[in-house]
Nanobody, 122 residues
Framework: QVQLVESGGRLMQAGDSLTLSCAAS????????LGWFRQAPGKEREFVSA????????LYGDSLKGRFTISRDNAKNTVYLQMNNLKPEDTAVYYC???????????????WGQGTQVTVSS
């Protein structure tokens, strides 16, 4: 089992920057790909970003690369999502997830956090 707890979500203004954190516990954190997904009201959960256990290989959802940056600190069992130039359409619940494979596919992720709300006002 891997337990994931997200933090950092809050109400922001368009153009602001925000960093989300996800702290993991349980099985060896460094063995897993860590990903971020988001779900806006009335929409399906969508892939945001993922980082391989090696910390070098990353994936980003369409149009997010360049504004969002994922990173991880295996010594702290934490993964981060830095979000720059926030837009109202970034408003969503952001979920952290862990997978044993390097993937952007939601179904490949075995463990999920409870989510943290990010709201971006215009």
């Amino acid at each position: 089992q891997v337990q994931l707890v997200e933090s950092g979500g809050r109400l922001m203004q368009a153009g602001d920057s925000l960093t989300l954190s996800c702290a993991a516990s349980g099985r060896t954190f460094s063995n897993y790909t860590l990903g971020w997904f988001r779900q806006a009201p009335g929409k399906e959960r969508e892939f945001v970003s993922a980082i391989h256990w090696n910390g070098r290989n990353t994936l980003y959802g369409d149009s997010l690369k360049g504004r969002f940056t994922i990173s991880r600190d295996n010594a702290k069992n934490t993964v981060y999502l830095q979000m720059n130039n926030l837009k109202p359409e970034d408003t969503a619940v952001y979920y952290c997830a862990a997978a044993s494979v390097f993937s952007s596919t939601l179904e490949r992720y075995d463990y999920w956090g409870q989510g943290t709300q990010v709201t971006v006002s215009s």
